[in-house]
């Protein structure tokens, strides 16, 4: 039986065919893979030696994550703590394929994989090559992501990586990730907000979980179909049960000084003192730092469990949480429909993601590690390794970036670009800003630049026997 790409998939009901697709698929795709600590390890293959770039790769595939795997061993983490261990899961770029050199029927067709990050710099407004790290400025054919609960964990499969590689594999770069959690166990990132609440659902179990044990789902339903995140895998054993998906990854450098001494200067150019000066940050995210979304109510306190069930429909004026605001602009819960779009046309432009934290923080922790307060405003060497699954780049992760967080008159013309995430001309059109919670009167405010791309690359993760294959 085909497997329905139009619904989410109830994985602990699933029939013959849909355990076999489970087994076939990556891990982190469905569903985040949870761990703490990661290690992203780029790597170049050497066109002249496909075979040794195959044999490498087949022999990865052995440690590969399938999302079944990743399911039971969540599974069994939740009933009894048991740690599942480590995370891999191993991803191929265009030029990887090339590499490799599979022919082109079997190389994944979207265009913009095709033509890899740096082609499509232009579009996205993203710095010039020269300006990225050094690791990202030349040619990269894969990533391995490699998670676990500790750093010695990670670092004993990267080492292991190390010793079996044929020396015509090059890792060219790490990316260590560190997730941070705060007093309540909930991720933030470094500009101190929570962070990965709301998702695209695509498995029922955790649709289920959303309806009775958080804030439910009659008013943003977060059910999605395995479409939005899975497409056919070129090459893989089935053309009916194999499927991978398009990956984007993206270093993103916070300048947390620049962001946080902005914030104050906003809320001082609008008059809010005390606990109030909260509210200034909370209009350009959407939400407090606690993940109240603030077009809940004036202050922050919404957080057992953090809510997701909102939309805007109550403040079509962007009043309470203006149209700028970061989780606004980069998924507008059916603003957008007031420019003709239907909302499942909306809908259609989510993507999973998947980043983490990287860089460490001067900061006062409790007994396990949350943090109680962080101390320091670092102006670079901390940010976000964004990571998204997707099934069409230029309909999920670039129209988000382009048509709405980088595009000045999305929602409404003079509505400014994304504060946290927007880039190019458009900043130079003023966010405007309510005085106050609820204001119908706004206050021009500047507020961009704290969030530096310092390279990337478009991938697939294909399915894993594809990989065994090679
Ligand atoms: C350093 C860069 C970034 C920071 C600091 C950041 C921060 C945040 C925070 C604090 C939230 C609220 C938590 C939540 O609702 O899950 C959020 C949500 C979100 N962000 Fe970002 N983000 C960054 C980059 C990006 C990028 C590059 C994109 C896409 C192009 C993006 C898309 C989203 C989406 C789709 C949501 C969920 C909105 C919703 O469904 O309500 N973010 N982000």
Not at 339 to 347: I, K, P, V
Request: net charge negative; proline share 5%.
């Amino acid at each position: 039986m085909p497997i329905n790409l139009n619904a989410p998939l109830a994985w602990e009901h699933a029939n013959s065919d849909e355990i076999a697709m489970l087994k076939d698929l990556q891990g982190n795709i469905l569903k985040g893979h949870g761990r703490n600590y990661t290690q992203n390890l780029f790597f170049t293959l050497d066109a002249q030696k496909p075979q040794e770039g195959r044999g490498f790769l087949r022999v990865l595939a052995q440690s590969v994550k399938s999302a079944y795997q990743q399911l039971l061993d969540a599974k069994a983490y939740r009933m009894s703590r048991q740690d599942a261990g480590v995370f891999v899961s191993v991803v191929l770029s265009a030029a990887g394929y090339k590499a490799l050199g599979i022919a082109d029927d079997k190389v994944p067709a979207d265009p913009a994989f095709r033509s890899g990050l740096k082609q499509r710099k232009d579009i996205l407004s993203d710095p010039e090559i020269d300006d990225w790290d050094p690791g990202f400025q030349d040619e990269i054919h894969g990533m391995i992501l490699v998670g676990g609960a500790n750093e010695a964990q990670v670092r004993e499969v990267h080492t292991k990586i190390q010793q079996q590689k044929p020396a015509s594999v090059r890792i060219i770069g790490t990316e260590y990730g560190l997730a941070m959690r705060n007093i309540n166990g909930d991720g933030i990132e470094h500009f101190g907000y929570v962070d990965g609440r709301s998702q695209p659902l695509m498995l029922q179990e955790d649709i289920e979980r959303e309806k009775t044990e958080k804030d439910g789902i009659d008013i943003w339903d977060p059910t999605f179909p395995l479409k939005q995140v899975l497409v056919s895998c070129p090459g893989g054993a089935s053309a009916d049960l194999s499927f991978g998906s398009y990956f984007v990854f993206r270093k993103l450098e916070q300048n947390v000084k620049g962001f946080k001494d902005r914030e104050e200067e906003i809320a001082e150019q609008l008059g809010l003192k005390g606990d109030d000066e909260e509210l200034a940050g909370a209009m350009i995210v959407g939400r407090f730092e606690d993940g109240t979304p603030v077009v809940l109510q004036r202050e922050d306190g919404l957080i057992k469990p953090v809510r997701n069930n909102f939309d805007f429909r109550n403040d079509s004026g962007g009043n309470k949480c203006p149209f700028h605001g970061h989780i606004r602009k980069t998924n507008p819960r059916g603003d957008s429909t007031a420019l003709g779009a239907t909302l499942e046309q909306e809908r259609s432009h989510i993507m999973a993601r998947r980043g983490i934290t990287y860089g460490t923080r001067n900061a006062e922790i409790d007994a396990e590690g949350k943090i109680i307060e962080l101390k320091d405003k670092p102006v670079g060497g901390v940010g976000l390794l964004f990571m998204a699954y997707q099934s069409n780049f230029e309909n999920q992760f670039e129209f988000t970036q382009v048509s709405w967080a980088n595009n000045p008159n999305f929602v409404q013309p003079s509505t400014g670009i994304d504060p946290v995430i927007g880039q190019g001309a458009g900043s130079l059109t003023p966010q405007q800003q309510p005085v106050d919670w609820g204001s119908t009167t706004k206050k021009p405010i500047d507020f961009h630049g704290f969030v530096t791309m310092k390279g990337g690359e478009y991938f697939f993760s294909p399915c894993i026997s594809f990989l065994k294959s090679l």
